[in-house]
């Protein structure tokens, strides 16, 4: 059960403020500090009191950006999400070689990302499993990267690149297929977190995606993740 009090934040119901003013920093101070306390003490068992401690104000402060303690983890989970997208675009835009280039890069961007944030992908997961409301943000989030990559195939069909019956479907299966990847191995552990690990995943990545798609591979051996390979899950 999420903290109440009757404090109203209208922040809950505004775009955040900008991040280069002073409340745009203070809201990002609040919430690197949420991130740390809900990562040591859990979605249940956190308060709003450790995470004002952490971040070095009043509750009060607290309720002028989010409503709730809810509020507060959707708007962790939701920048990790931004921050993950972010790396895959900038991995893209790093490289104006070909389509398998970029797809290599945006997921090698994108698994590094996954790697760094795999704490907060575990909790991802066990909230979304105990709460209706974070599991509608987990399905939200997949949806954008399986349309953004179905846009990706569609656009990649209409240039004669590729042939694909089900651009939508392929969307969802190759995405899936990197997200599980990255979510056994760095949530579940089911193999050792070195880069030789994060390699092999790379690899595999490009492989199902270029393969899929009928695209050459890049001979690197080391390309993956694109945002076009972001989780459904």
Same mark, same amino acid.
């Given at each position: 059960?999420?903290?109440?009090?009757?404090?109203?934040?209208?922040? !809950?119901?505004?775009?955040?403020?900008? !991040?280069?003013?002073?409340?745009?920093?203070? /809201?990002?101070?609040?919430?690197? !500090?949420?991130?740390?306390?809900?990562?040591?003490?859990?979605?249940?068992?956190?308060?709003?009191?450790?995470?004002?401690?952490?971040?070095?104000?009043?509750?009060?402060?607290?309720?002028?950006?989010?409503?709730? /303690?809810?509020?507060?983890?959707?708007?962790?989970?939701?920048g990790v999400e931004e921050e993950m997208r972010a790396a895959g675009r900038a991995g893209a835009a790093a490289h104006h070689g070909s389509p398998s280039e970029q797809i290599s890069a945006t997921n090698r961007a994108y698994l590094a990302s996954y790697r760094e944030n795999r704490d907060v992908m575990a909790l991802m997961e066990e909230v979304a499993l105990a709460e209706e409301q974070f599991s509608r943000q987990r399905l939200h989030r997949a949806d954008g990267f399986i349309d953004r990559n179905t846009r990706l195939i569609g656009r990649l069909s209409d240039l004669g690149g590729v042939t694909v019956?089900?651009?939508?479907?392929?969307?969802? !299966?190759?995405?899936?297929?990197?997200?599980?990847?990255?979510?056994l191995t760095w949530v579940d552990g089911r193999f050792p977190d070195t880069d030789e690990t994060f390699d092999r995943l790379c690899a595999t990545a490009d492989q199902l995606w270029l393969r899929t798609l009928g695209l050459p591979e890049t001979g690197s051996g080391t390309g993956s993740g694109t945002d076009t390979a972001e989780p459904v899950n």
């Open positions: 059960m999420a903290e109440h009090t009757t404090h109203t934040a209208h922040a !809950a119901h505004a775009d955040p403020p900008p !991040a280069d003013s002073r409340a745009g920093r203070r /809201r990002a101070q609040i919430l690197a !500090a949420a991130r740390t306390v809900f990562l040591r003490d859990g979605h249940r068992n956190t308060r709003l009191t450790a995470v004002a401690a952490e971040a070095g104000c009043s509750v009060g402060t607290l309720y002028t950006y989010f409503a709730d /303690r809810d509020a507060l983890l959707a708007a962790v989970l939701t019956a089900d651009p939508e479907m392929t969307a969802v !299966a190759l995405s899936a297929a990197v997200s599980r990847m990255a979510y």
